[in-house]
């Protein structure tokens, strides 16, 4: 007996069947193999998304692209992104369904990918088509009081997207299918009111006339304040003339240069030009601060959410709760900013004008 023969009876024996003829094998390698065209997408606008809508849009995906052609979904992997770095990958709907996150992690982005197998009318062979589909999160961007959630591992989260990419061979499936997803992905977005709308494009005037305000209150406080230190020094010279009545003019007259060389020498006019210095130095930078403050809060974008774990619903119906007072805040933030160059005019008057 052949020692080098193998008894094939012991052995298990597998195949790998394939979507296509033999004449056609070249053909379909290639089309697995070969560079599609690509369509791309992306959505700049705010939105909030559920498991839910998840669900639904692979549903929406699936159906449209089983019902049209001859179609086996060979992949589909839905990626969870946190804000501690850490990600989860799930390799089918069913995984997706049945996965709960346990820790108290904030969801910030998903990924979506389906991987086709499609015939097309009038092609012999099936051919490769993927579709990719991401939601990014901006809590750290957008609002200052969910920084602790957020890593740095994920500061490249700069602002919120939607971004949609497919892969096909097929020109008017490919328009077909970003069309799709393109009329239901508007419906997550955050549509907002008008008012608050006209206060993010005019966060930058409204940041500007408030900080301006303040600066030319400083500036009005600083004149009076001048012109009353004037007043005051005249005054005291003018008194001399009360306390020499009876004596001639020469004798006033030697008395009032006398005091008026006292104040120049004592310095006091060249110590009150630095205080009022030091005040419009200071009433420009709380210009600054202030109308950058309002500007941020003007400013208000809707922060994206990506609501997948129980964590993340919570800073959200926190988050929902104080936007609602996004226009309140505003208005109280001008006042105080206002109200702040005020006392700080009656201060400097009352304090530093002497």
């Not at 904030?106 to 099936?126: A, C, D, M, N, Q």
């Not at 419009?280 to 774990?309: E, M, N």
Request: charged residues 20%; aromatic residues 12%; proline residues 1%.
């Amino acid at each position: 007996m052949n020692p080098n023969s193998i008894d094939s009876s012991s052995e298990d024996h597998f195949a790998v069947m394939l979507p296509c003829e033999q004449k056609n094998f070249s053909d379909f390698i290639s089309s697995l193999l070969g560079k599609p065209q690509t369509i791309g997408r992306s959505f700049d606008s705010s939105f909030v998304i559920r498991e839910t809508d998840l669900i639904n849009i692979y549903h929406l995906v699936d159906q449209r692209v089983t019902q049209q052609n001859d179609a086996n979904l060979i992949q589909f992997v839905v990626k969870v992104m946190f804000t501690d770095g850490s990600s989860v990958a799930l390799n089918s709907l069913d995984d997706f369904l049945h996965y709960s996150e346990i820790k108290p992690l904030v969801s910030i982005g998903v990924h979506l990918s389906w991987t086709y197998l499609i015939k097309f009318r009038f092609k012999e062979i099936p051919e490769k088509q993927t579709i990719e589909l991401s939601f990014k999160s901006d809590l750290k961007s957008q609002n200052s009081s969910l920084e602790e959630y957020v890593g740095s591992k994920h500061s490249h989260f700069s602002s919120s997207n939607i971004s949609l990419t497919i892969n096909h061979t097929e020109r008017s499936w490919g328009v077909d299918i970003e069309a799709l997803l393109t009329g239901h992905l508007r419906t997550f977005f955050v549509y907002e009111s008008k008012a608050v709308v006209f206060l993010r494009d005019q966060s930058g005037n409204i940041g500007l006339v408030s900080g301006s305000l303040i600066m030319l209150g400083s500036l009005v406080g600083s004149y009076i304040t001048t012109n009353n230190f004037i007043k005051s020094n005249l005054a005291k010279i003018n008194d001399l003339g009360k306390e020499y009545i009876g004596a001639d003019s020469q004798t006033i007259l030697a008395h009032k240069i006398d005091v008026l060389s006292g104040i120049i020498l004592s310095g006091s006019w060249d110590i009150f030009l630095y205080k009022v210095l030091g005040f419009l130095i200071f009433s420009f930078i709380l210009a600054i601060v202030i109308g950058a403050t309002i500007a941020s809060k003007a400013y208000s974008r809707h922060t994206s959410f990506i609501l997948l774990t129980k964590k993340t619903e919570g800073i959200y119906s926190q988050y929902t709760a104080e936007k609602d007072k996004t226009v309140l805040n505003l208005v109280l933030s001008i006042f105080i900013g206002i109200g702040s160059g005020i006392i700080a005019n009656i201060l400097f008057n009352k304090y530093f004008s002497t």
